[in-house]
């Protein structure tokens, strides 16, 4: 047990590439814990999937031992939280689980719109911040003006700013030193009953599941009956740890202190974010404030491309599951894609990471439908429905009016993109709040916009509409009425329901359009002419028609040819099996995705 | 059991655009005649073999490559050689090809080769106009055709056949139509169209990948056809095949073995044969010791019992004739790997080369080929694709129809074993 008054528990907040994983990896390094040799590059991004894309989805930990300046030994705690908008909910428990940050910002870009969300929210939370202007040996480092920003855009004291380049090296101890020196050490009675916040967990296979917590009061011992205060799970602790950045067994941790615990939990879902621990015997009255249940934000279809695969499916699911207590899924049918699963994410980027994962680590073909958010539909009996699936759109006829999530999003951008950027959020049904001035070269724009619109190429087109300049970041901000409207897809007459859409209605033709034509190009020709149509309800607002095929024969075949040509047409016969039949008509797989870009841009 | 006897000479002076074929451009005199040497020796051993010793042989094909890139009197001996060691019919068909650009004013070359036996002559001509003879990659032009043809006759050729080709790039239907017009002005017994295939590998799929590949389109495509059907049918031809229109009594004897599935015997590098095997094949594990269509590859050591007698083998020569040489050298057949038949996909295989046929395939064959009538095997499949409008069904035969003859891969298809 270490005296609360030398630990500091702290986090690093950052925009993508801004530096923190080399920071973290430079600090760990400088105190010690591991040579360089020994850090497999950057220690925190562990999945593969978060070294490619540069980002954290699990939140890691790491416990340094440092001797600072004034000649006492410290225990630092390093707690490395997502740096995605999809995961805000982890990133403010995590946040709550420190007094301190670290606010890392470029010195040749400045603050960015996610930075500044962290940065508000680690206020909220009362964290002493200490700025880190990173990357100052580039050529294009402006420190002063970064530090200058800093103060007026957040109105931080900079005073206590460190100038560091972590590639470089530079600056790790003036960091450190400032840890110690400013960030308050944690209070709480390690006498009283335990409470603990839980702040990530994963599932291992011998161990069940390892539970990161923050303890704030009490002690926790090996050995101890525990308490998920929100689950209710109830059970004995295993091992306890702290993390040299592995985890380290250890006997007890007190108020104040940061490790994990395995205890035999059999299922992720009991271990959830937010979560209080407390013991079973003398338990705390209260938990610890700020749980809530993760509510999955935006839902589509995954189907196997093999229908044999359905089993394979669903256990990988049932796996990632066991890691990831957001990711929601249930059977669902498709007429044209047989047997698959409706599941539910945190947002795009969970999506995404899941969707990767699926095919990366279990090796499994999918078919995503287009991802839809959640509606609430009103009837005119007066009930109000929820909605998660186009296949589940009520009929025209009994629908009051319908309601969509919407954010407020802030995007923060040099002021010459303003108009394309401005444009786009048109284009996407946005709301102009208001716009303000970071600088004299920088402002953030603030738009209310539906969160469904900003599912598709919203980022990317943020992108290039601002040359890359432009950051972006939302918050949820309820539901709006709005007139949605169920698109349904025809081919060769008979409605696909895996490409049906919700759509608003302004909209619907224009989207129409662009996704028929895609699909003419994405479908095989038949050997009948084959039309394609969008229609609303039974009004058709867009149709190509696809001509039959005219000829496809293997103009040569002779003696040397038969195994050659016999293996052609093998492949050609098992590809058709992979498409998927709709009344006569065989559809490629990729003709499922065609909706998830509805640009006309792309084609 | 006949027999039918291809001969691969992979040598040419240049590579055309659209060529995946086994050969080769830049090999000289030296190695072409090591080269029909080691052929010479396969030639040998073959002869000695069960399968292939007092085989009725009713055709030789001398194909390539460019056989006539071969000096004239070293071609006769290659012919030679073929019918000094197998059992030749009286009348049994034998097709050189050439290329009227490696065929001598004085015809030298052709009277060399009539003389050693050859009665069918095939000549790579493929277009009529120097544009195209040129974007093709060709290295003959017009007029040399005309004498290649007129040489061909004075040999003693009556039996010719012009290879021609359609849809290609910067191809009209109008260049099509003169080049007809053209090539029947040469009176030919028997012409081959092929429509182009863009085969990987080739700088036209380079080109293509490339975007820079200007084919002529549907709409022209399917007017050619027309125009194909249109002239030659005129000119007294009749389609025999997908590509192939012949007229009456010159039809190809030996690529008929072919798309009967009937067994040939391949020699030279490259070359592929089927055959029902009697003896080992070298140390390949063929006959294989199942009887499920198992690939085995060259070089490993495996012994094994003969496989079911009558089941059919597919093998092939090493590709490159270096390889195919030294094999030879060292005094082993040069057969690369090879895969067993089995009866479902010799089945199957009877189907999608008998198809290609405008007379189909033939029920009373098939019945006496597999022991079942056609209908208990592929009765379905035959009732879809005719409700498709694929194929049809009489005269004790089931072929394409028009529109099958266009959609022949969605048919053949269908016939394979799941």
Known sequence: MTDQKHIRNFCIIAHIDHGKSTLADRLIEYTGLLSKREMEDQVLDNMELERERGITIKAQSVRMDYTADDGEHYVLNLIDTPGHVD???????????????????????????????????????????????????????????????????????????????????????????????????????????????????????????????????????????????????????????VFRPGLTPVDELSAGEVGALAASIKEVKHVRVGDTITLVENPAKEPLPGYRKATPMVFTGLYPVETNDYNRLRDALEKLQLNDASLSFEPETSEALGFGFRCGFLGLLHMDIIQERLEREFDLDLITTAPNVVYHVNLTNGEQVVIENPAAWPDPANIASVEEPVVKASIITPSEYVGPLMELCKDRRGTFLNMEYLNTKRVNLHYKLPLAEIMYDFFDQLKSRSRGYASFDYELAGYEVSNMVKMDILIHGNPVDALSSIVHRDKAERIGRTLVTKLRKLIPRQLFEVPIQAAIGSKIIARENIAPLRKDVLAKCYGGDVTRKRKLLEKQKEGKKRMKAVGQVEIPQEAFMAVLSTDEEDD | MNLALYVHIPFCIQKCGYCDFNSYAGYGPEAQRSYVEALMHEMDLWARRPEAAQMPVTSVFIGGGTPTVLDGELLAAVLRAARERFALTPDA???????????????????????????????????????????????????????????????????????????????????????????????????????????????????????????????????????????????????????????????????????????????????????????????????????????????????????????????????????????????????????AVDEATEMAETMMMGLRMVSGVSEERFMVRFGRPLESVYGQVIDRLQRLGLLERRDGAVRLTARGMRLGNLVWQEFLPE
């Open chain 1, 87 to 241: 995961f805000t909910y982890e990133v403010s428990r995590a946040l709550a689980g420190c007094e301190g940050a670290l606010l890392v910002v470029d010195a040749a870009q400045g603050i960015e719109a996610q930075t500044l969300a962290n940065v508000y929210m680690a206020l909220e939370h009362d964290l002493e911040i200490i700025p880190v202007i990173n990357k100052i040996d580039l050529p294009s480092a402006e420190p002063e003006k970064v530090k200058q920003e800093i103060e007026e855009v957040i109105g931080l004291d900079t005073s206590i700013a460190v100038m560091a380049s972590a590639k470089a090296g530079i600056g790790m101890k003036e960091i450190l030193e400032t840890v110690c020196a400013f960030v308050p050490p944690p209070k709480g009675d390690p006498r009283a009953p335990l409470r603990a916040m839980i702040y990530d967990s994963y599932y291992d296979s011998y161990k069940g599941v390892i539970t990161y917590f923050r303890v704030f009061d009490g002690t926790v011992r090996k050995g101890d009956r525990i308490r998920l205060m929100a689950s209710g799970w109830e059970g004995e602790v295993d091992e306890l740890y």
């Open chain 2, 93 to 339: 068909e034998v097709t050189v090809e050439a290329n009227p650009g490696t065929v001598d004013v004085a015809g030298e070359k052709l009277h060399r080769v009539r003389e050693a036996g050859a009665n069918r002559i095939s000549f790579g001509v493929q277009a009529g106009q120097p544009h195209l003879l040129r974007r093709l990659g060709r290295i003959h032009t017009v007029e040399e055709v005309e004498r290649a043809v007129a040489a061909a006759r004075a040999a003693g050729f009556e039996n010719l056949n012009l290879d021609l080709m359609y849809d290609l790039p910067g191809q009209t239907p109008a260049d099509l139509r003169e080049t007809l017009t053209w090539a029947l002005s040469l009176e030919p017994t028997h012409i081959s169209a092929y429509s182009l295939i863009v085969e990987e590998g080739t700088p036209f799929f380079a080109a293509q990948q490339a975007g820079q590949l200007d084919l002529p389109g549907e709409e022209a495509e399917a007017e050619m056809e027309t125009i194909l059907a249109e002239l030659l049918g005129a000119a007294g031809f009749h389609q025999y095949e997908i590509s192939n229109w012949a007229r009456r009594g010159f039809e190809c004897q030996h690529n008929q073995v072919y798309w009967r599935n009937e067994p040939y015997l391949g020699l030279g590098c490259g070359a592929h044969s089927y055959l029902q095997l009697q003896a080992p094949l070298g140390n390949l594990g063929l006959p294989a010791p199942r009887l499920s269509a198992s690939r085995v590859q060259g070089g490993c050591e495996v012994h094994t019992a003969p496989g079911k007698r009558g089941d059919h083998y597919r093998f092939w020569n090493l590709r490159t004739p270096t390889a195919y040489r030294n094999a030879l050298e060292a005094g082993r057949l040069p057969v690369e790997a090879g895969e």
